[in-house]
């Protein structure tokens, strides 16, 4: 067991301990034609952010436009959840680009989002990738750089969800994008702040009360504990409640409940100051 606290930190981000809120972000709008995912109304009424699928992974024009709608509705930040064209493998599976097409790919998927937001009476206020470009960008400068790019073009400055200290910020941050350390709830992470592979036994953590007191400490800068057993310190803004879980809705709950009661202010991470 590691005796010593690791600190997983973010380029531009305050330092652990320093906020006196936290954002709670979901990934929605994942269903596609007449198949659902998720609560989407439920989790809108908990969260305060909503990583909107974009179509290439999940979702479709009609969900597309309805979540958006639901989400400005009750006053959530709306953020593109771009992903890899790949539909049958739900967006987890990498796929090896050419820069060029993945950075069109990317600024294609935020700017049909763009388009319902603005129906919705309101704008994208950032963008987090979704599954295997999520954590493929952590680590691939080229594909990293791709992203950046076309996010930059789609609005100078955007805000961007990432694993603190990945490849992904650092490039966010050279493209004169805003990078933003996420956490997650229910997710067991490695000594050096990377998440566990989803086929490993353990990856994901399903007890309510255990994912909520996680939570409350990632909010307030305290350590958590790793997959080794050693201490881990996440500096994190915004922290992500999966919908697609068994007992999502009654997660996210809890852990919004454990941190209004912990003194944490809970509010979309682009308020912050």
């Keep these: 067991m590691s005796t010593d606290t ?23 709008g994942e269903g596609l034609g007449s198949w659902s995912m998720g609560d989407d109304l439920a989790l809108l ?3 305060t952010s909503a990583n909107v699928a974009c179509g290439f992974h999940a979702g479709d024009p009609s969900i597309m436009r309805s979540v958006t709608q639901a989400a400005a509705d009750r006053g959530v930040a709306i953020g593109a959840h771009v992903a ?3 539909l049958h493998g739900f967006g987890r599976r990498f796929i090896d680009m050419e820069p060029d097409a993945l950075r069109d790919e990317v600024l294609y998927q935020i ?14 206020a950032y963008c987090k990738p979704h599954g295997a470009l999520y954590n493929t960008i952590a ?46 709830a229910d997710r067991a992470y ?14 994901v953590l399903h007890d309510a009360e255990t994912i909520a007191e996680r939570c409350v400490a990632m909010a307030k800068g305290e350590p958590i504990t790793d997959v080794q057993g050693g201490e881990l310190i996440l500096d994190a803004r915004s922290i ?12 996210a709950r809890t852990v919004r409940d454990a941190l209004t009661g912990a003194g944490v202010q809970v509010e979309p991470f682009t308020a912050q100051a």
């Design 139 to 184: 680590k691939h400068p080229e594909q990293a750089a791709a992203v950046a790019e076309a996010l930059s073009e789609f609005r100078a400055g955007l805000p961007v969800l990432g694993l603190p200290g990945s490849v992904w910020l650092g490039a966010a941050q050279q493209a004169g994008l805003t990078p933003v350390g996420e956490a997650f």
């Design 190 to 203: 490695t000594p050096d702040g990377s998440l566990v592979s989803r086929r490993e036994k353990g990856s």
């Design 240 to 251: 992500c409640v999966h919908g697609d879980t068994p007992g999502a809705v009654d997660i």
């Design 6 to 28: 690791q600190i997983a930190q973010t380029t531009g981000s305050p330092q652990p301990g320093a906020n006196a809120s936290i954002d709670l972000n979901a990934d929605l």
């Design 45 to 47: 009424d908990i969260v």
């Design 111 to 124: 700017g049909a989002l763009e388009t319902f937001a603005q129906r919705a009476g309101t704008t994208i």
């Design 84 to 86: 890899y064209r790949d």
